[in-house]
């Protein structure tokens, strides 16, 4: 079973500071996604990432894929209220290690990310 | 926005009680999952379907099983529910025919309380 570590599992933050959060596994995934979660709603994807070491960015988001393909980070400069939510990581099997994914993904815990005005 | 629902929304059962969410979908997507989502457990699949009729089992599957007679419906069954089924339940959808095909498509979730 392929597990992913997500950290820190909370963090306060003032509007304005810079922030990162982690995705580490001991598992090499083909891909790695970041989904953002609001309160009473599903997740929606921000980004996905498939070349170790590919570097990604969506405004003031900046998203790394490790050169492994274990291990990812999220990137917030200047963080904003509405920036707040659940920020979930979630990788995709190496098609390597056999069979067919069927599009199956592994989540990491999650980070609840909060900005104060 | 995937065209995704849930019903019900919200629900309060009693332990011991069968209970059957449904996912409906209008994008035609082959692939169809079950999670549920817990504090400090991201989101965790409980089953899946690769097709009509077609279904496997999740890392979570005890206690829940799922049909899908047709391409845009997907049923998940509590046949006695208990208080440790007390989650958010998230269906989900992709497709093979997408550059990625592991993107996943959530709907708006069902909130179920079992006393």
């Known amino acids: 079973t392929q597990l992913l570590e997500q950290s820190p599992q909370f963090l306060s933050i003032q509007e304005g500071e810079n922030l990162t959060v982690y995705c580490n596994s001991s598992?090499?995934?083909?891909?790695l996604q970041w989904y953002r979660q609001e309160p009473g709603e599903g997740p929606v994807l921000l980004v996905t990432?498939?070349?170790?070491?590919e570097v990604k960015k969506l405004k003031r988001l900046t998203f790394q894929f490790g050169d492994a393909r274990k291990d990812s980070s999220l990137h917030i400069t200047a963080a904003q209220p509405g920036d707040t939510g659940l920020y979930l990581c979630?990788?995709?099997?190496?098609?390597?290690?056999?069979?067919?994914?069927?599009?199956?993904?592994?989540f990491g815990q999650g980070t609840i990310l909060t900005v104060h005005p | 926005d995937a065209g995704i629902t849930q019903s019900p929304r919200h629900k309060v059962t009693e332990t011991g009680t069968p209970v059957t969410l449904r996912c409906h979908q209008t994008?035609?997507?082959?692939?169809m999952y079950w999670y549920r989502q817990d504090p400090g457990h991201g989101l965790r699949l409980i089953h899946y379907?690769?097709?009509?009729?077609?279904?496997d089992k999740g890392e979570v599957s005890d206690g829940y099983s799922v049909s899908r007679s047709k391409t845009e419906d997907f049923l998940l069954t509590l046949e006695s529910a208990t208080s440790s089924q007390t989650s958010v339940y998230f269906c989900?959808?992709?497709?093979?025919?997408?550059?990625?095909?592991?993107?996943?498509?959530f709907g708006p979730g069902t909130r179920l309380l079992v006393l």
């Open positions: 989900a959808i992709s497709s093979p025919r997408d550059t990625f095909q592991e993107t996943q498509y």
């Open positions: 598992s090499v995934f083909s891909s």
């Open positions: 990432v498939v070349t170790g070491g």
């Open positions: 979630a990788g995709s099997p190496n098609p390597n290690a056999g069979g067919t994914s069927y599009g199956k993904l592994t």
């Open positions: 994008e035609n997507h082959r692939y």
């Open positions: 379907s690769y097709g009509v009729k077609d279904t």
